[in-house]
């Protein structure tokens, strides 16, 4: 058996953004051609190409030691494995993907208990056939191998449960969506064996950390200014930060340096702000981690 750390990168819509986000944290992955085992500038870690909708199942049978998957299919197939952390991330949004249900807009179905004896299609087949069963709804549950959205308008479902995160697509097909099954986003999952092993612990653990510290730095900026000294206090009561902000005198001057991290959400309305109230020479910059 392999000492080395066996980690699994979700193959298809997520594997750009995972390999993005694991060169924000110091660990560059190559992808070769139509090879299945990418390269790592870390001897103690392998990777391997594997659908999220079949991570779970690999790291809960130890094919894989670790590997990035979402929620929702942890739960599809009810796998025992470890969650280390909650890594949300995606190609859109820094929010979660959700599960929905959508009819045909024009549908006379307004709520669950109206599907009674119809038919759902679903890549989400598992969850969906427990989900109306705790309900006492009776639905056939039909596997859809992908274009989800198209089955209602060609005939083949009454309904359809589907991942979304801004509904822009389920609407483009003239549905609408009258439930919301889950919330789902990122998990960084491991093995039960591989993470009672001491060594392959601490590299998931040094993983993980960095991972985070990737995504929280991707949301927040540093931003530095310039300040007169009798301008201060009126700079620093209205400065978000994450603790408190870095002020140094500068040489043989009234003004000091103040430098502080962030959200970036706010700096659109933040920096005018910051000048009305005497700050000048404002810089922003982009962080690569923040632990």
Not at 220 to 240: A, C, R, T
Request: hydrophobic residues 40%.
């Amino acid at each position: 058996m392999t000492s080395k750390l066996r980690l699994g990168i979700p193959k298809g819509s997520l594997q750009n953004a995972t390999i993005d986000l694991f060169k924000k944290s110091g660990w560059k992955i190559s992808v070769s051609g139509r090879s299945y085992f990418p390269q790592i500038n870390d001897d103690s870690i392998e990777c391997a190409l594997c659908r999220a909708q079949e991570m779970a199942l690999n790291v809960e049978t130890g094919t894989l030691d670790v590997g990035l998957t979402g929620m929702d299919w942890i739960a599809e197939h009810q796998s025992n494995v470890h969650v280390v952390t909650d890594l949300v991330y995606s190609k859109v949004s820094a929010k979660p993907a959700r599960w929905v249900l959508a009819v045909a807009y024009d549908s006379p179905v307004k709520k669950l208990a109206d599907l009674e004896g119809k038919t759902i299609s679903t890549e989400l087949v598992n969850f969906t056939k427990r989900y109306f069963d705790n309900l006492g709804i009776n639905v056939k549950v039909k596997f859809s191998w992908g274009a989800t959205e198209a089955k209602v308008v060609s005939g083949l479902a009454d309904a359809i449960v589907e991942i979304t995160e801004t509904e822009s697509t389920i609407k483009a097909h003239g549905l609408r969506v009258i439930h919301e099954l889950m919330k789902t986003n990122t998990q960084l999952i491991a093995n039960h064996d591989a993470w009672k092993n001491p060594a392959k612990r601490d590299k998931i653990e040094q993983i993980a950390l960095l991972l985070k510290g990737a995504l929280l730095a991707g949301k927040m900026v540093g931003l530095k200014m310039n300040v007169k000294q009798k301008d201060l206090e009126k700079i620093v009561s209205g400065l978000p930060c994450l603790n408190a902000p870095t002020v140094a005198n500068l040489y043989q001057s009234d003004w000091v340096s103040v430098e502080t991290i962030v959200d970036q959400d706010v700096v659109r309305d933040l920096i005018p702000d910051l000048i009305k109230r005497g700050a000048e020479g404002i810089i922003e910059y982009s962080l690569n981690k923040v632990i």
